[in-house]
Nanobody, 125 residues
Framework: QVQLVESGGGLVQAGGSLRLSCAAS????????MGWFRQAQGKEREFVAA????????LYADSVKGRFTISRDIAKMAVFLQMNSLKPEDTAVYYC??????????????????WGQGTQVTVSS
């Protein structure tokens, strides 16, 4: 069982930065694939980034590649999403998610077992 709590969202101007944090608890965190997803109003939830249990494997959506960085701190049981050069189209509720198992197709939200409650990110133009 893994419990996830996101923080760090807020309102920022275009071109600005935010750092999202996801605090995890539970025995299987260190063995879990961790992902960030987002859902804009009226749209489907979409993949943003994922990181493997060792932190070596990472994957990004094309829309955020080069601007966002995912990282994890196993000792602190936390995952982070550094978001730079934010755009209005990045506005969404951002969710942290976790799943046990291998690094296979981490973009699919249906494969994640545990989810946080979400944190709102709003980017003004």
């Amino acid at each position: 069982q893994v419990q996830l709590v996101e923080s760090g969202g807020g309102l920022v101007q275009a071109g600005g930065s935010l750092r999202l944090s996801c605090a995890a608890s539970g025995r299987t965190f260190s063995d879990s694939i961790m992902g960030w997803f987002r859902q804009a109003q009226g749209k489907e939830r979409e993949f943003v980034a994922a990181i493997g249990w060792s932190g070596i494997n990472t994957l990004y959506a094309d829309s955020v590649k080069g601007r966002f960085t995912i990282s994890r701190d196993i000792a602190k049981m936390a995952v982070f999403l550094q978001m730079n050069s934010l755009k209005p189209e990045d506005t969404a509720v951002y969710y942290c998610a976790a799943r046990p198992g291998s690094w296979y197709y981490p973009v699919d939200s249906k494969t994640y077992r545990y989810w946080g409650q979400g944190t709102q990110v709003t980017v003004s133009s």
